[in-house]
């Protein structure tokens, strides 16, 4: 099973082995992987590699995707604010009115979508598992509980992009409660445990609180803000730096890319610095335009320039508190406060936390890898193969959804309701008349402060089909609608209720639906992105086999100079012939020629140079391996000479009954003549041309050793 924890700037892999839960790691081992795609020359590449060519490739390498998911250009309060972090800003296709991001890939610039990109990201990170031999395509994966069922849906259009199945996306707030739970299992009782949870991550905050017995988890409430964590934090710092930064050189390092990364980079690492130091330095050599930025940070400086990210940090606090205490939450009988994410771990934010819960922050929770193992937990639960406790969840509803018809708004599902859930909304014929026009339905968000951003709040807009001529008097329509657990909502069926025995099921057409993309639209992204990571894997072959190819002529290079290990086995027409067809071929590495990315062509591009090579390394290694068997030989002569020396002894004592001095004056003949055979055999291997392969091949000399101990053995077994 695999749970997956998308973070907005790290992602977190888990499954279980054997009953014990592990993180698939990196690429370079890490227990995280940057949630980063890179894109530029002919190869895409992720996490790792992608963070680290940042800076160099910042025109083509998209950070927080995720955080553009579901996203509008018209969301101008949410793009604004999210485009201050991004290296590049996305634009809308006027033909499609969609966003995403114009990028350059193999000499092409292409529009890609936020899906699209996410879709690569989740293909890439597929290869992490399978290369530890878990063979699946089922993951469950985490979605913050602000997410807009806009988000959540181009969350699926990723994964399913990608060739993954997505089994659930699971709220944070759920994934994080079912680890607690798990770990906490021998603790929970029939009585109820309330928790506050505080998950302050790269991006966001949320604060929730949810109640446990040894059977059930049930999220309670839940509180978030979308703009609230570590790079906000960093940000913040930066405009103060490069504020004084400015007046000195009237240059603004946040103008440009390259210094802005640099500048995220190193205020990120003092700042977690500070979390145990009073002082930090922050050093960019020429971090624009030849400028150096050196700056002397201290905690309280630090904590200055951050306070309105505080005062935001401490509002939602106290909001929380009270809409738990709206939502039934008993927030005076807490039994702790548990941490998720390392920021947390700053002073300023454990003095905030202390004085407004009055608990300390508890830290039994593993940051890195809480939400990844609450998501494979949750997969297991619901799988067939594995057995666990089977806690009865309550997942928590973010936004209230109304559906409007004829006039009439009803909430369909309030904030804070469980789901999956599905409801059945009755309208009545004293409503309207159902024997006039087809009529129209809407599903909308409710207007609240939360999604102000949001302009237009359709979710789905259905024209309902009448039968006609309708003559029949009917009782009422039902509208069966639901919210399923990946926390979407859809349409299931309308019916028209003639009677109570006598209902017939309604056609309707589909208006709007204001997220997601089509399907055949989908389909063709899927396609896209399967080809793609095929040209990929060739490019990647093909790049092994060049860095291969470079590596066996660095060391072919050194093996031939005048001390090398190949001296003495090539001759020097060999030699300069080599060495020009080495030339031609680096060359031809650092060209850019595209069969540099055809493994086929760089195989023939070689072929020339290893046709002299090759015959030079097999003929050495021919020579090395006579020697060996010339040692292997030598060693037996010594030993049939101990063997000897010790069988003259017990025959003179009369201890060898069986053998007589006859027996022993063979095997010393024997003895001399092989090792007089060996003794001619080396110095013919000394003096001999090594320029062509060895006369004597090594079964000859196997057959020599072979042959010695068959004829030892029928002069001591003669008598037997």
């Not at 009237?250 to 700042?271: F, V």
């Not at 619901?382 to 806690?391: A, C, D, G, M, R």
């Not at 007589?660 to 003794?679: A, V």
Request: contains cysteine; charged residues 30%.
């Amino acid at each position: 099973m695999i749970g997956i924890n998308i973070g907005s700037r790290n992602t977190s892999i888990g499954t279980y082995d054997k009953g014990i839960f592990k993180l698939i790691l990196s690429e370079t081992s890490s227990r995280t992987i940057p949630t980063v795609v890179s894109y530029g020359g002919l190869e895409r590449c992720f996490g790792d590699i992608a963070f680290n060519k940042n800076r160099a490739n910042f025109k083509s390498t998209i950070l927080y995707i995720n955080r553009w998911l579901g996203m509008k250009q018209e969301h101008s309060t949410l793009f604004d604010e999210e485009a201050k972090y991004a290296n590049i800003s996305p634009k809308t296709n006027q033909n499609n009115n969609l966003l995403g991001f114009d990028l350059n890939i193999r000499g092409k610039k292409v529009f890609y979508l936020p899906e699209s990109i996410m879709g690569s990201f989740f293909n890439k990170i597929k290869s992490l598992w399978l290369r530890d031999n878990i063979n699946t395509n089922n993951v469950v994966v985490s979605i913050p509980d602000f997410s807009t069922i806009q988000e959540r849906k181009a969350m699926m259009d990723s994964i399913y992009i990608s060739g993954l199945n997505c089994t659930a996306l699971l709220n944070e707030s759920s994934a994080i409660s079912i680890n607690y739970a798990f770990q906490k299992l021998k603790e929970l009782e029939d009585k109820k445990r309330t928790v506050a949870f505080i998950d302050l991550g790269h991006s966001q905050l949320t604060i929730f609180y949810a109640e446990f017995t040894k059977n059930n988890i049930n999220i309670m409430s839940v509180s978030s803000e979308r703009f609230c964590g570590a790079r906000d934090f960093d940000y913040l710092i930066a405009e103060k730096l490069t504020y004084e930064f400015q007046i000195k050189y009237g240059i603004d390092p946040l103008d440009s890319p390259k210094a802005k990364i640099s500048l995220l980079n190193a205020i990120n690492k003092a700042r977690k610095e500070l979390t145990v130091n009073q002082e930090s330095k922050i050093i960019i050599d020429e971090i624009i335009k030849g400028k150096d930025l050196v700056h002397n940070l201290t905690r309280k400086q630090m904590e200055e320039m951050i306070n309105p990210v505080l005062l935001k940090f401490e509002n939602l606090c106290l909001n929380s508190l009270i809409k738990a205490q709206k939502l039934g939450v008993d927030i005076n009988n807490l039994h702790s406060i548990e941490m998720v994410g390392d920021t947390l771990r700053m002073p300023c934010l454990l003095k905030i936390i202390k004085d407004v819960f009055k608990k300390d922050l508890s830290k039994t929770l593993i940051p890195d890898e809480c939400i990844s193992k609450g998501c494979t937990l949750f997969a297991m639960m619901n799988s067939p193969h594995y057995k666990l406790q089977n806690f009865e969840i309550k997942h928590y509803n973010n936004y209230p959804i109304m559906l409007e018809c004829q006039g009439r708004d009803v909430e369909v599902f309030r904030e804070g309701e469980s789901f999956p859930l599905a409801k059945t909304i009755n309208i009545p014929s004293s409503d309207f008349d159902f024997t006039g026009a087809d009529f129209n339905l809407r599903i909308v968000y409710k207007d609240i402060p939360e999604l102000i951003y949001i302009k237009n709040k359709v979710i789905h807009e259905y024209k309902i089909l009448l039968p006609y001529p309708n003559k029949e008097p009917i009782l009422r329509v039902e509208i069966h609608y639901s919210l399923d657990i990946n926390g979407i909502s859809r349409l299931n069926k309308v019916l028209m209720v003639i009677t109570e025995n006598n209902v017939k099921e309604l056609n309707y057409e589909i208006i709007s639906e204001n997220f997601g993309l089509p399907k055949d639209g989908l389909d063709i992204l899927k396609l896209e992105e399967s080809e793609n990571d095929k040209k990929d894997l060739n490019i990647k072959e093909a790049n092994d086999y060049k860095n291969s190819i470079e590596e066996y002529i660095y060391k072919t290079r050194d093996k031939i100079n005048d001390k090398g290990e190949l001296v003495g086995y090539f001759t020097q027409q060999e030699k300069e012939a080599l060495i020009e067809k080495m030339d031609n071929l680096m060359k031809f590495l650092y060209s850019e020629n595209e069969d540099l990315y055809n493994k086929i062509k760089l195989e023939e591009k070689s072929l020339e140079m290893k046709q002299i090579s090759e015959p030079i390394y097999l003929r050495y290694n021919a020579w090395k391996q006579l020697r060996e068997y010339y040692k292997k030989m030598e060693s037996l002569i010594t030993e049939k000479l101990l063997f000897y020396t010790d069988l003259e002894d017990k025959i003179k004592k009369g201890e060898r009954k069986d053998m007589s001095l006859e027996d022993l004056s063979n095997i010393q003949q024997l003895i001399q003549k092989e090792f007089n055979n060996l003794e001619l055999k080396l110095y013919e291997y000394d003096n001999e041309q090594k320029t062509q392969m060895p006369k004597v091949t090594i079964n000859d000399v196997q057959n020599m050793i072979d042959n010695f101990n068959v004829n030892i053995e029928k002069i001591k077994n003669k008598n037997n």
